[in-house]
């Protein structure tokens, strides 16, 4: 079946403009996840939804990053102002579950973003 | 607060060799951990990972790992690589859905 799938692949911004970044999850999987992996780097998590509910956006690096899933199924994250320190990886994997843990997450393929 | 550890940023093996990858990892809750591969310019899939039960895992593509709660470790080991087997591979731990991962550890097999 279809795994995560994200778009664009590849993004090249301009200092100071907003990006749009689109995640979709397996059919069916209750949760999302943002991560944001630098060069060299392990992923780090940004952000977590269980169905349309937003339940843990700690590990965003500030207000310019904003996510939504609005019907439970797409995800966007979107960053504003970009800056030359957002230039990464953004990762998106999707859960069938989510409870106290434990459940695999499967991952998206990344969209590389690179801010000029 | 939880961390992963991955003392090893590169592994170099000849080919048929065994191998292993170290994962320490801190925690003040029970952990879930897992271990996940990364092939150039695709996404993290899934090797193995340790829920509870038996602490020593077995996973695809013959990998295994043993969880160790006095040592707070979780290494991944394999008998004999395949050049196939060249990928970076990252350990991480889960906390209520949130992972934590680590630095990440680039396996090189050579012929």
């Known amino acids: 079946g279809a795994g995560v799938s994200q778009s664009p692949r590849y993004k090249v911004a301009k200092r100071g403009q907003d990006v749009a970044l689109r995640c979709d999850p397996i059919?069916?999987?209750?949760?999302l996840f943002w991560y944001q992996q630098a060069l060299g780097q392990g992923p780090e998590f940004l952000t977590y939804f269980q169905n349309e509910a937003q339940l843990d956006k700690s590990g965003l690096p500030s207000d310019r990053f904003f996510a939504e899933r609005p019907e439970g199924s797409v995800s966007t994250l979107k960053i504003q102002r970009t800056q030359q320190e957002d230039s990464a990886v953004y990762l998106c994997a999707s859960s069938l579950e989510s409870g106290t843990g434990g459940f695999e997450q499967y991952f998206g393929p990344g969209t590389r973003l690179t801010v000029t | 607060a939880q961390s992963v550890t991955q003392l090893d940023s590169q592994v170099p093996v000849f080919e048929e060799a065994p191998v292993e990858l170290r994962c320490n990892y801190s925690s003040s809750v029970s952990v879930y951990l897992f271990w996940y591969v990364q092939y150039p310019n695709q996404g993290l899939q899934l090797l193995l990972k340790?829920?509870?039960?038996?602490?020593l895992v077995k996973g695809i593509n013959g990998f295994e790992a043993e969880f160790n709660k006095s040592q707070t470790s979780f290494h991944l080991r394999k008998p004999s690589v395949h050049i196939s087997d060249t990928a970076e591979y990252f350990c991480?731990?889960?906390?209520?859905?949130?992972?934590?991962f680590g630095s990440g550890t680039k396996l090189n097999v050579k012929p």
């Open positions: 340790y829920l509870s039960g038996s602490t």
């Open positions: 059919s069916g999987h209750v949760s």
């Open positions: 991480a731990v889960d906390n209520f859905n949130k992972f934590y």
